[in-house]
């Protein structure tokens, strides 16, 4: 809706009222605001976003400059300052332009001339990665009261990146930096967040972000870690939250904090943060615990009925008024809407402003307030005098102090220094006097007297400020260390915080002793204080020498408190601290206790390990998951130093290896104790959606309908419901009644059923459905019973078909089968996971029991590949690691079976490990489907055995040329190819056939018929002997022309697929089409089947002979292709081809 239609949209408190300030198309997409010190609003817009610009193009977006010169709050003054950005977002204006970023640096734009538009630019920072990301990047350029100017470099991008000085910065999204605003330095702030987008000070100094993904105020503490994507903390935990709720959305853009007094009293100190997905303004108030801050949740205080309101920056103005950037749009997710989304605006944007006109109603505002945001409007546009700048120092307005504090710096400079000491000698208002100590420190011209003047001070914010401007000098004198002996014990928490901080920049062996009681007096109400405490000891204990004192003689509660920084030291001599002192540490919890395991295992020193393994034997000795956590990080720390496994580290693994594997490690020989071997399952994708991931997966959150808790089922609710595919059981035959349990949808419950998702059983040999179910529409799992008369006694498989990719009522679960070999099986996963452990501490004991495993036919491909890689990991130094590998991964193959998979075994286990394994995979390769092939054809361009072996599957048409061709596959050929394999390389491409894309559709589409129902194979057969048996032989019947089909059917209906309907893609060296010229100008084209004296049979693509003089041959060359027919697909109908699958299916 246009802007006046949008506004009577608002919904605010009394008193107050919204005002357009500028819209479209004077501004685009508003990113973020900033006031200048002539209190200009300039705004970053854009018309890219969310795609940055093309390389071959400059960029359309603008930093436009906006100016109220009549007072009535709207822009009437609109200039482009700067023009062909890319996607800028932060911005600072500074001195003669903006500092600003635009794809992909942090640029200082500059007006020379005077004009109003820039005329230079230069880079101060970058580049700043944007591969990942073009959404959320460095964002809310905020000056601080030291002089940095500090910003939020966003979301998902990893940056690398240093000022002039050298010093290196490295960012994997989240995150918080500071940089000097002349490119000379850029430091690390903080750790962490996901998205943030936002940023603000306080008069204390605390800093807050607003984190676009997590929570909508975050405490920003220097060296401090946020969560971000399951990413670790440094050892001392995350900086703790200062909020819990999220005000129904994470989608948070913008934090303003007001700290001016146009506002009634119950607003100030206040966060607003701008809420997209609600289209409202969120209000909490901040209140102290301590020094800590925790925010208070308040009614909103901005509703808009209008979905379009997108507030996506705050800024609190000169004025006292709220400025809001709406990025005024229908769709903002990126997640839920793809980016393309026809829908999504690309022109409309709009700046409100917020402001308390007054009203008699409210009870809260007393009867002579005037200092309402009208009444204080003041719309000079000139550069501030000295005069003015240093009158503003005193104002109520924290932004309007913090740009006086920076003109003072930036444009009087040192001329400034005698007035601000005049002003400084005579004041007697605390925020002023902040404003001027810092502003002497910024330029260099602080004395201590300065400083010890604020330490002295009765009040508290002078005092806490003091220790604020401390913490950034790069050297102290004695007196300063007093003063933070001092500060460390102030009677204020907040100063104690800053004196805590300061003593983390300027670590002394006289605080450690000083930073440990005072932890052990601190409250624990009072989070942020104690982290502060925390963070400091680790900086302090990092030098050796400094622990060990602390080390030497701690009394009982130090040693809790010394063990907790030791987690975030990492040292030998941290970890040997904790070691020792574990039968103290016993009396913690379990899940802190693990921590100090968990880090001793991995920084201890070799003698220590027996007590480690003997500790965690005992605590938790049911806990083997966690035992096996704790010896990996063993062996993490003996990898590090560059030992070999300890024999006690090798029986500790030996005993939980045979616990996964079910065996008793003094007696292999003894039989497991599974009752029944589990049948493999295997993901199919959706015919639909054939890119969708994997859905299912084991869970057991749902219950039955019988009472039982916590059902094992498989299920495609826990990886998220919009994902679909097809899971499929391997054979078992079919008893007179089978039960099992079924929860899930298919479609939200007051609609018709869809059908898309469906338990089903079919026929192992056909390929028919015999039975099939809807879900019950129930979260509780149901009973499902069926009476299989005729049926009964079939080979049979059940499918679990997930075709819904809906974001609610579009999964199922089913489990409790009365087959027990269908049932999720915890035995196949624990097998799996006692081979990693046999791989990687190369438990040879335990060897025996894999291979014998691995010899049983019905083992379950993912079981197979996990015994084939420990088995083949403790192979000789001189084998082929990509031959290994693709052995391993062989057995994962659907149409590896029977003898086939005996070779494999075979190869896989024995010792000498000859050249038979090469001819084991071009077998195997001979069968893969495509996917397959790629895979395993990545796998062995990894060193030249294994490209020989590839090299010699595309020599005899085993695997298609094309894939030498892969990025991935040809990248690695380049590395490790050697001369005569290069130019095998090059021969075989250039014979590529094109590309046919018309195939591959036809294929995909017959692919979905073939997948969604098999035909009868009865009929198949017939099929079969009308359009295949004049070239193919099964059983004796049919011609022997072609390659022969028995046990076709063990490829798998993707493979079998493939060969029909791509015939060119794979061609057997044996059977490629032979094209021959006679000296009549005709070109024959086929097999050649045999010569006959002088005559030679070739078979054409219909299976028919024909006989061709060999005196009237001119010329004969031999293809790469196959005589079969590429048009298959085309002749074949679907009914025709669900029958002929059937049959294929049917021949094992």
């Given amino acids: 809706m246009d802007p006046e239609s949008q506004r009577q949209q608002f919904v605010l408190p009394d008193g107050f009222e919204i005002q357009l300030v500028a819209a479209e198309p004077d501004i685009a997409k508003p990113m973020n605001m900033a006031f200048d010190s002539r209190r200009r609003l300039w705004v970053s817009s854009s018309t890219e976003y969310p795609y940055a610009a093309p390389n071959d193009r400059p960029g359309k977006d603008t930093i436009k400059i906006l100016e109220d010169t009549t007072g009535d709050g709207r822009a009437d003054k609109i200039t482009t300052f700067a023009d062909d950005l890319n996607i800028p977002i932060g911005l600072y204006p500074y001195r003669d332009g903006v500092i600003c970023f635009s794809i992909p640096n942090i640029l200082f734009i500059r007006d020379l001339d005077g004009d109003g538009r820039a005329d230079r630019r230069e880079v101060l920072y970058g580049p700043m990665d944007t591969s990942r990301d073009t959404h959320g990047m460095c964002n809310a350029f905020t000056r601080g009261f030291d002089g940095w100017l500090y910003a939020c470099h966003g979301f998902n991008n990893e940056t690398t990146v240093s000022g002039r000085d050298g010093n290196e910065v490295v960012m994997h999204s989240g995150n918080t930096f500071r940089m000097r605003l002349d490119g000379s330095r850029i430091e690390h702030f903080t750790y962490g967040q996901v998205n943030p987008f936002g940023m603000a000070f306080r008069p204390d100094g605390d800093l807050f972000t607003a984190d676009c993904h997590t929570k909508p105020i975050t405490l920003l503490m220097q060296g401090g870690y946020s969560p971000s994507f399951g990413k670790p903390h440094d050892g001392v935990g995350f900086v703790p939250p200062v909020m819990e709720h999220l005000h129904g959305s994470t989608a948070i853009g913008g934090i303003a904090l007001y700290h001016a007094e146009q506002f009634p009293e119950v607003f100030r100190g206040n966060a607003f943060h701008g809420n997209v997905m609600t289209s409202r303004v969120n209000r909490n108030s901040l209140r102290h615990v301590g020094s800590s801050v925790r925010a208070e949740e308040e009614p909103d205080f901005l509703i808009s009925s209008d979905p379009w309101f997108r507030p996506v920056d705050l800024q609190v103005g000169p004025d006292g008024a709220l400025y809001i950037a709406d990025f005024y749009n229908r769709i903002i997710g990126h997640y839920e809407v793809p980016l393309t989304h026809p829908g999504r605006d690309r022109h409309r944007g709009r700046i409100w402003r917020v402001v308390f006109t007054g009203n008699d109603d409210r009870r809260d505002v007393p009867a002579d307030f005037g200092k309402t945001t009208l009444a204080v409007q003041n719309r000079k546009h000139h550069n501030p005098t000295l005069k003015e700048a240093l009158q503003d120092l005193s104002s109520t307005n924290l932004s309007r102090r913090m740009s006086a504090g920076d003109v003072l710096a930036d444009q009087f400079g040192e001329s400034a220094v005698f007035p601000i000491r005049e002003q400084l000698r005579q004041s007697t208002m605390p925020d002023e006097i902040v404003q001027l100590t810092w502003v002497l420190f910024r330029l260099d011209a602080i004395e201590q007297a300065d400083v010890m003047q604020l330490v002295e001070s009765d009040d508290a914010l002078l005092r806490n400020h003091a220790y604020r401007i401390i913490s950034e ?5 004695e007196s300063y260390l007093d003063a933070m002996d001092q500060g460390l014990g102030d009677a204020d928490p907040l100063v104690r915080r800053s004196a805590v901080m300061a003593t983390k920049s300027h670590p002394r062996q006289r605080f450690a002793s000083q930073l440990l009681e005072m932890l052990h007096k601190t409250t624990q109400a009072d989070v942020h204080l104690r982290h502060a405490i925390r963070m400091s000891l680790r900086d302090h204990f990092t030098r050796r020498e400094w622990l060990e004192m602390a080390m030497s003689d701690p009394s009982g509660e130090d040693v809790e408190a010394i063990a907790e920084i030791c987690l975030a030291v990492k040292t030998p001599t941290a970890a040997n601290f904790v070691v020792e002192n574990l039968r103290v540490l016993d009396s913690t919890d379990a899940v802190r206790f693990a921590e100090y395991l968990s880090f001793a295992a991995r920084y201890a020193s070799r003698k220590d390990l027996a007590t480690i393994a003997k500790t965690a ?12 956590q704790l010896i990996r990080s063993v062996r993490d720390g003996i990898d590090q130093r560059g030992d070999s496994i300890d024999p006690v580290v090798a029986q500790w693994a030996t005993d939980l290896a045979a616990k996964r594997l079910d065996v008793d490690p003094n007696n292999l020989n003894a039989p497991i104790s599974i009752s029944e071997a589990p049948i493999a399952w295997t993901f199919i994708p959706d015919p639909a959606n054939a890119d969708s991931d994997n859905p299912w997966s084991t869970s057991d959150r749902r219950s039955s309908a019988d009472g039982r808790q916590r059902t094992r089922l498989h299920s495609s609710f826990p990886k998220g419901e919009q994902r679909t595919g097809i899971y499929r059981s391997g054979e078992f035959v079919l008893p007179h009644e089978f039960r099992f349990y079924l929860a899930g949808h298919d479609g939200f419950p007051d ?11 079919r026929d192992a040999i056909s390929g028919r459905i015999l039975k099939q179910w809807s879900p019950p529409r129930n979260d509780v799992a149901q009973q499902v019973r069926w009476q299989t008369d005729d049926h009964r006694g079939k080979p049979v498989y059940v499918e679990l078909v997930d075709g819904d990719d809906g974001r609610a009522y579009a999964w199922l679960a089913a489990g ?15 097998w799996r996971e006692g081979a990693k452990l046999v791989a990687e501490f190369g438990l040879e004991l335990l060897r025996p029991v894999l291979v014998e495993r691995l010899s049983r036919e019905k083992l379950d491909p993912a079981t197979s590949v996990s015994f084939a890689t420990a088995i083949l990991a403790g192979k000789s130094e001189n084998a082929s690691p990509a031959l290994d590998a693709a052995l391993a991964q062989s057995l994962g193959v659907p149409g590896v079976v029977g003898e086939l998979r005996a070779n494999v075994v075979q190869e896989i286990v024995r010792a000498d ?20 092939q790629r895979r395993l054809a990545v796998i062995l361009a990894g060193d030249q055995r294994g490209t020989h072996v590839l090299l010699k599957s595309v020599q005899l048409g085993r695997v298609s040329a094309s894939f030498l061709l892969d990025p991935q596959v040809s990248d690695k050929l380049t590395a490790v190819a050697n001369s005569e394999q290069r130019k095998t390389i090059e021969s075989l491409s250039e014979s590529l056939p094109a590309h046919d894309e018309r195939l591959q559709r036809r294929l995909d589409q017959k692919m979905k018929v073939l ?21 193919h032989q099964v059983a004796g019947k049919g011609q022997m022309v072609g390659p022969n089909l028995d046990g076709i059917g063990n490829r798998g209906i993707t493979r079998l697929s493939e060969d029909v309907f791509l015939p060119n893609q794979n061609v057997d060296v044996a059977f490629r089409a032979s094209l021959i010229l006679t000296d009549d100008g005709a070109v024959h084209s086929g097999l050649i089947k045999r010569t006959e004296g002088a005559q030679l049979v070739l078979v054409d693509g219909q299976g028919k002979e024909k006989s061709i003089s060999t005196q009237s041959i001119e010329r004969q060359t031999k293809t790469v292709s196959s005589p079969m027919p590429a048009n298959f697909a085309e ?8 029958h002929l699958f059937a049959y294929l299916l049917s021949l094992r």
Avoid: I
């Avoid at 034997?617 to 096996?628: A, G, L, S, T, Y």
């Avoid at 490990?913 to 996917?931: E, G, I, P």
């Fill in 1131 to 1138: 002749t074949l109908s679907d009914a025709d081809a669900r």
């Fill in 617 to 628: 034997k005992e605590r938790f000795r049911e806990n083997f998951v966690f035992q096996e």
């Fill in 1011 to 1031: 997948l969604s129902n098999l035909g009868d194979v009865t009929l198949g057969e017939k099929v079969f002997a009308a359009h295949c048996g004049v070239c």
């Fill in 816 to 830: 409790r089968f009365c087959v027990e070999g269908l049932n999720p099986s915890e035995a196949t996963e624990n």
């Fill in 913 to 932: 490990k000859d050249s038979n394994a090469a001819n084991a995979l071009v077998d195997v390769l001979s069968v893969a489907n495509a996917d397959d």
């Fill in 751 to 761: 609609q018709p059923l869809q059908q898309k998702n469906w338990v089903r059983v």
């Fill in 473 to 477: 000098m790069p050297e102290l004198s």
